[in-house]
């Protein structure tokens, strides 16, 4: 006799309550006849029939083995789909999981059910739609974005993207599955990798194939932090002129740097910075950037500095939070300088320059 066949005796140990061992084997049994391309109509009804007692068992072990075998299942009567979802998690998840028949109302129905463990089951689906995607970034917990990010069947579109950055920017675990994607955009690389770790941003690098320039500036980025945390460890003026020396004989001396140093409260690297580049002698450029009434001052200095002018707004910020807490540019927290940096370049608003949401976004990224 064909074990895997539904008979008489099967039906019998359902009704006589035999032990949930007995029961999980004909749960098993029935699910596979269920599935079998023999079964005929009249056994697919008594099938079905089995299943709604069997959702409803006392024993869980029980509706956890009608689940397992359910789940490769397809069109399954409505009721019999409902219970189990609504089920406790550890009937309804693997099949929620795998179950092929869910429609996108059946998707955002269960989603919809405060369980993160339904929720990441559903996250973890394969091929799922831009619009189910979308929709578990705008209404669910961040534990279940991250489960959809590492999703790699999942269809992400580009303002989905945009959505997940926007909202979870500092998440590093996010920002981690987003970069170990093994396809991502550029437009979306190019949003997130300033505020990436050094190990994220070679990652990054080395497994996606990035245009030349954006590469480029990835590790120009990298390289420019590595400087200004040697630069940090120097105390000595000697040191830390010796170190710009190097940088302007290497052409390694760049814009960004140098802006990049005084917003993160290196003040002695960017006076320094300042001296080689614009051929102008230390104590005149300590002067000229802590003269009380002497913008203009500052911005020539800046401009025989090549500093292009869509960065003086950082460099004044820069300054005018030094001189309002007397900011102590080798003892201080840097982060907490750069912070209010950030914070005065948000609120920038000279008379005489217009700082564009690109120029202020640029900004930012340098010295995030």
Do not use: W
Not at 72 to 95: E, G, K, N, Y
Not at 109 to 116: A, G, K, M, Q, V
Not at 331 to 356: A, D, G, M
């Amino acid at each position: 006799m064909n074990d895997t066949l539904l008979n008489k005796n099967d039906i019998e140990s359902l009704k006589a309550k035999k032990s949930a061992k007995a029961k999980e084997t004909v749960a098993q049994k029935v699910g596979l006849y269920y599935r079998g391309r023999s079964i005929t109509e009249r056994g697919k009804q008594l099938a079905e029939d089995i299943f709604r007692i069997m959702v409803r068992d006392v024993e869980l072990k029980v509706r956890q083995t009608l689940s397992e075998s359910l789940k490769q299942c397809t069109d399954l009567p409505t009721d019999i789909v409902d219970s189990i979802i609504r089920d406790s998690d550890s009937v309804a998840v693997p099949f929620i999981k795998y179950y092929a028949s869910l429609s996108n109302d059946d998707i955002i129905r269960i989603l919809n059910i405060p369980s993160i463990n339904k929720q990441k089951a559903i996250a973890e689906r394969l091929n799922l739609s831009h619009e189910i995607t979308q929709y578990i970034v705008e209404k669910c917990p961040e534990e279940v974005v991250s489960t959809l990010v590492s999703n790699e069947t999942a269809e992400i579109r580009d303002s989905t993207y945009d959505s997940i950055i926007k909202k979870y920017n500092k998440n590093e675990d996010i920002k981690k599955r987003l970069v170990f994607r093994s396809e991502l955009p550029t437009s979306v690389i190019e949003k997130i990798a300033n505020s990436l770790s050094e190990q994220l941003k070679k990652h990054l690098i080395l497994t996606h194939n990035l245009p030349i320039d954006l590469a480029t500036d990835i590790i120009e980025d990298v390289r420019e932090k590595t400087t200004l945390k040697i630069s940090e460890e120097y105390s000595q003026d000697s040191q830390i002129e010796e170190l710009v020396h190097q940088l302007y004989a290497s052409g390694r001396l760049t814009p960004t740097l140098v802006v990049r140093s005084i917003c993160m409260g290196d003040l002695k690297f960017f006076e320094y910075a300042i001296v080689y580049l614009s051929g102008t002698p230390i104590l005149e450029v300590r002067k000229t950037l802590f003269s009380a009434s002497a913008d203009f001052m500052v911005r020539n200095l800046l401009r025989k500095a090549y500093i292009p002018k869509t960065m003086f707004p950082a460099v004044f910020s820069a300054l005018k939070v030094i001189r309002e807490i007397h900011f102590d540019c080798r003892r201080s927290n840097r982060k907490t300088f750069s912070h209010k940096v950030i914070e005065r370049i948000l609120s920038y608003t000279p008379n005489n320059e217009e700082l564009s949401e690109e120029d202020i976004r640029y900004l930012v990224s340098k010295i995030s």
